[in-house]
């Protein structure tokens, strides 16, 4: 399976981007994390039957997928300064494991960065 993920970009405080990450192949799970410059990379969001959202995102962002066309998509609303990472997509096509953590996930995009400027 290989991922194309696109869609980041440079924007103010309280502004918007959208993510989109397209799947070749036959997926379970598909999940975003982001790395900080200087820290660990870190679960954002996540889709299996039913979305999963980190603490620090919860009612800003949403995570979608549309099965047809085997692509998913973070919508990032009210983003702000420390939304600011390279955001990698990640996926699975077996479902074992809780998809917040990384042993969850077989294969990884190249990260699209998101600047927030405040």
């Known amino acids: 399976v290989q991922l194309q993920a696109s869609g980041g970009g440079l924007v103010q405080t309280g502004g918007y981007l959208k993510l989109s990450c397209a799947a070749s192949?036959?997926?379970?799970?598909m999940g975003w994390f982001r790395q900080a410059p200087g820290k660990e990379r870190e679960f954002v969001a996540a889709f299996r039957w039913t979305p999963y959202y980190a603490d620090s995102v919860k009612g800003r962002f949403t995570i979608s997928r549309n099965n047809a066309k085997n692509t998913m998509y973070l919508q990032m609303n009210s983003l702000k300064p420390e939304d600011t990472a390279v955001y990698y997509c990640?996926?699975?096509?077996?479902?074992?494991?809780?998809?917040?953590?990384?042993?969850?996930?077989?294969?990884w995009g190249q990260g699209t960065l998101v600047t927030v400027s405040s």
């Open positions: 192949g036959r997926t379970t799970t």
């Open positions: 990640a996926a699975s096509p077996y479902g074992s494991h809780w998809p917040g953590t990384f042993n969850e996930y077989d294969y």
